[in-house]
C-alpha cells in the first residue's frame, strides 16, 4: 500500500516562505509523476506544479517564479518550495502520486496559511 504523508505547512505572512515536503512509501515513488494540488473553501481542486519521473516541471500560471518543485528519488519525497507567498494561495495543499499504470495515490493535505 502506498502512503504519501505531507509536512511543512503553517501559517505566514505574505511575502513569506514555506516548504512542503511529501514523503512516499512503497516502491512506485521513482517511477511516478509527483504533484501538487491545492484546495481553498468553496473553491475547486488545482494543480499547483507536477514533476515526472525523469525531472520535467510544470507549474501553473499563478505560481509560476514564485514556487519551484523538486524531488529526490533517494529520500521517496517531493517538495514544494514556496516563496513570495500571498493571502490567495492559502489552501489545503496536498501530494499526490500518478504511477506508470495511472493509478492515483492522496495523501492527507496540509494546511497553508498566508496572512496578509
Known amino acids: 500500500q502506498v502512503q504519501l504523508v505531507e509536512s511543512g505547512g503553517g501559517l505566514v505572512q505574505a511575502g513569506g516562505s514555506l516548504r512542503l515536503s511529501c514523503a512516499a512509501s512503497?516502491?512506485?515513488?521513482?517511477?511516478?509523476?509527483m504533484r501538487w494540488y491545492r484546495q481553498a473553501p468553496g473553491k475547486q481542486r488545482e494543480l499547483v506544479a507536477a514533476?515526472?519521473?525523469?525531472?520535467?516541471?510544470n507549474y501553473a500560471d499563478s505560481v509560476k517564479g514564485r514556487f519551484t518543485i523538486s524531488r529526490d528519488n533517494n529520500k521517496n519525497t517531493v517538495y514544494l518550495q514556496m516563496n513570495s507567498l500571498k493571502p490567495e494561495d492559502t489552501a489545503v495543499y496536498l501530494c499526490?502520486?500518478?504511477?506508470?499504470?495511472?493509478?492515483?495515490?492522496w495523501g492527507q493535505g496540509t494546511q497553508v496559511t498566508v496572512s496578509s
Open positions: 512503497g516502491s512506485i515513488f521513482s517511477t511516478s509523476t
Open positions: 499526490n502520486a500518478l504511477t506508470l499504470l495511472l493509478t492515483g495515490y
Open positions: 514533476i515526472s519521473s525523469g525531472g520535467s516541471r
